[in-house]
């Protein structure tokens, strides 16, 4: 009788039954190994988020340590991040926006969608004290405009000089609705001059070449020859100097002074993970994350940098006398600032 391959081939199906099961077991529990790992999605601006910039180099170093899945969604710039969570309210999936900075976290503060960090923060190496229970610093900088040395000779020392040059001389600008640059500048012109400051837009107006929703598309109509200057920072040319070897773009010194920028990130009072979202926060002012920051986003680092801050550095042009106007003047006014500008740039 065929006893024994009756036996064995029972054993077959047992085996084949019990791998079955144990796989259909397996794919069950594939969802909810998933679900355990968490997602972390932080806002902020395409510059910040590029393969060039610091996203992909924070994402490794914070997903090493945290167990989890950090996702940066990028919008042209930082104000048009705040614009897409003030829209979405409570159903974003946001957690945290980042690139606020001293000139919008007012605005961010009115909207009521920021909780406090409730973190036991380093001392800062920034241009102010810092005490803000809701926005936490992670770079700065000062704006300037960049030039090119091998087609400008001699740049202008002010924004009188830069008046004063035949109309034919272009510079390109951001938009201060959708770009913190753009806004810096608003910023810069009403600290220097005051109610003086449409006089000084309506001079600069036949020299703007265009206004451009964010940074990126500016800069890169600046190194495509199509402007003779860019509205950017006093850092910019240590991206040329370092990755690049290049020191023909330098950063125009304007003896009046260079208006700071301090940028930030905050945590959303609907973020489903708070707890995650301030271990990010305090990673981001960390050593190790501060190392990323200057060599990608090519700003100045808020704490000490793991391994000091490039020499590179050393070649930028001093931004002193540093200008900064009253927060709360800031968010007062900002409209209405604006709206100064354009009507003289039309």
Same mark, same amino acid.
């Given at each position: 009788?065929?006893?024994?391959?009756?036996?064995? $081939?029972?054993?077959?199906?047992?085996?084949?039954?019990?791998?079955?099961?144990?796989?259909?077991?397996?794919?069950?529990?594939?969802?909810?190994?998933?679900?355990? &790992?968490? &997602?972390?999605?932080?806002?902020?601006?395409? /510059?910040?988020?590029?393969?060039?910039?610091?996203?992909?180099?924070?994402?490794?170093?914070?997903?090493?340590?945290?167990?989890?899945?950090?996702?940066?969604?990028?919008? %042209?710039?930082?104000?048009?991040?705040?614009?897409?969570?003030?829209?979405?309210?409570?159903?974003?999936?946001?957690?945290?926006?980042?690139?606020?900075?001293?000139?919008?976290?007012?605005?961010?503060?009115?909207?009521?969608?920021?909780?406090?960090?409730?973190?036991?923060?380093?001392?800062?190496?920034?241009?102010?004290?810092?005490?803000?229970?809701?926005?936490?610093?992670?770079?700065?900088?000062?704006?300037?405009?960049?030039?090119?040395?091998?087609?400008?000779?001699?740049?202008?020392?002010?924004?009188?000089?830069? !008046?004063?040059?035949?109309?034919?001389?272009?510079?390109?600008?951001?938009?201060?609705?959708?770009?913190?640059?753009?806004?810096?500048?608003?910023?810069?012109?009403?600290?220097?001059?005051?109610?003086?400051?449409?006089? !000084?837009?309506?001079?600069?107006?036949?020299?703007?070449?265009?206004?451009?929703?964010?940074?990126?598309?500016?800069?890169?109509?600046?190194?495509?020859?199509?402007?003779?200057?860019?509205?950017?920072?006093?850092?910019?040319?240590?991206?040329?100097? !370092?990755?690049?070897?290049?020191?023909?773009?330098? /950063?125009?010194?304007?003896?009046?002074?260079?208006? &700071?920028?301090? %940028?930030?990130?905050?945590?959303?009072?609907?973020?489903?993970?708070? %707890?995650?979202? $301030?271990?990010?926060?305090?990673?981001?002012?960390?050593?190790?994350?501060? /190392?990323? !920051?200057?060599?990608?986003?090519?700003?100045?680092?808020?704490?000490?940098? %793991?391994?000091?801050?490039?020499?590179?550095?050393?070649?930028?042009?001093?931004?002193?006398?540093?200008?900064?106007?009253?927060?709360?003047?800031?968010?007062?006014?900002?409209?209405?600032?604006?709206?100064?500008?354009?009507? /003289?740039?039309?």
């Amino acid at each position: 009788m065929p006893v024994r391959p009756m036996k064995g $081939r029972t054993r077959m199906v047992r085996v084949i039954r019990t791998s079955l099961y144990a796989a259909a077991l397996g794919a069950l529990a594939l969802p909810a190994i998933a679900q355990d &790992t968490p &997602t972390l999605t932080v806002y902020t601006y395409d /510059a910040f988020a590029a393969d060039w910039g610091p996203g992909p180099a924070l994402k490794e170093g914070f997903e090493a340590q945290c167990g989890c899945t950090l996702d940066f969604v990028s919008a %042209e710039d930082s104000i048009s991040a705040l614009r897409r969570v003030q829209l979405e309210a409570e159903t974003t999936r946001a957690d945290i926006v980042l690139g606020l900075d001293t000139a919008t976290i007012g605005e961010g503060m009115a909207t009521g969608l920021f909780v406090e960090h409730g973190l036991d923060l380093p001392a800062f190496d920034i241009p102010l004290d810092w005490t803000d229970e809701v926005f936490v610093p992670f770079d700065y900088g000062y704006f300037a405009f960049v030039y090119d040395t091998e087609t400008l000779a001699t740049p202008p020392a002010s924004f009188e000089d830069l !008046i004063a040059l035949p109309d034919d001389f272009k510079v390109v600008i951001q938009d201060p609705r959708s770009s913190t640059p753009g806004l810096g500048l608003i910023l810069w012109i009403k600290a220097l001059y005051g109610d003086g400051a449409s006089d !000084i837009w309506q001079g600069l107006a036949p020299h703007v070449l265009t206004v451009t929703s964010g940074w990126s598309e500016s800069y890169d109509l600046f190194l495509s020859g199509e402007a003779d200057m860019v509205l950017s920072y006093t850092t910019s040319p240590a991206y040329h100097v !370092i990755a690049e070897d290049e020191d023909r773009y330098q /950063a125009a010194k304007f003896t009046q002074g260079h208006y &700071t920028q301090i %940028e930030v990130a905050g945590i959303l009072a609907a973020s489903p993970d708070q %707890e995650l979202a $301030r271990e990010f926060l305090a990673y981001l002012v960390s050593p190790q994350a501060q /190392a990323v !920051i200057p060599e990608t986003n090519w700003m100045y680092p808020v704490t000490e940098p %793991e391994g000091g801050l490039n020499p590179g550095f050393d070649a930028m042009i001093d931004p002193q006398p540093a200008l900064l106007l009253d927060a709360e003047a800031v968010t007062a006014n900002t409209r209405a600032w604006i709206d100064e500008a354009f009507a /003289a740039l039309q």
